[in-house]
């Protein structure tokens, strides 16, 4: 939290110092440089195939060597998994508030729209992962 509020601080004190509002005064400042080249880099499709193989790979790894006999001792195996459920619960809430906020914005309303249905979304995700806990006990 200390950090997104000294973000926030941060982003408003560099737009309030400008005298003329931000994208007016046709030069593009090193910010609109580095999110232009993000905004190219990202939505190049080959990026997106090659991140969904890492993270697959990546969890699949994880459980593998949660379970299968690899000579780690109890504890870090037991861990691994932990981390395995923990990587696929952080994927399916982000594919929940991506969805939703994708969803807001392509019925016309805003950013901070999106953003709000996105993290209800996910808030509503959290809800039913607390509840299954507090009813069947899934965690642990």
Do not use: C, K
């Not at 941060?10 to 509002?21: D, E, F, K, P, Y």
């Not at 090659?50 to 949660?66: D, K, P, Q, Y």
């Not at 995700?125 to 299954?132: E, N, Q, S, T």
């Amino acid at each position: 939290m200390g950090l997104l509020v000294t973000g926030t601080f941060l982003a408003v004190a560099r737009i309030g110092s400008q005298r003329t509002a931000p994208g007016t005064d046709g030069s593009p400042d090193r910010y609109a440089a580095v999110v232009g080249g993000l905004r190219d880099f990202v939505r190049q499709p080959v990026v997106w195939a090659v991140a969904f193989v890492a993270i697959t790979v990546g969890i699949g790894g994880v459980a593998l060597l949660a379970v299968g006999n690899f000579g780690l001792p109890e504890g870090l195996s037991g861990s691994l998994l932990g981390v395995a459920y923990a990587g696929v619960g952080l994927l399916v809430t982000g594919f929940v508030f991506l969805g939703a906020y994708f969803s807001a914005r392509g019925r016309g309303l805003g950013n901070a729209h999106g953003v709000a249905a996105g993290s209800f979304a996910a808030g509503l995700v959290f809800l039913v992962l607390i509840a299954a806990q507090l009813l069947v006990g899934v965690i642990g």
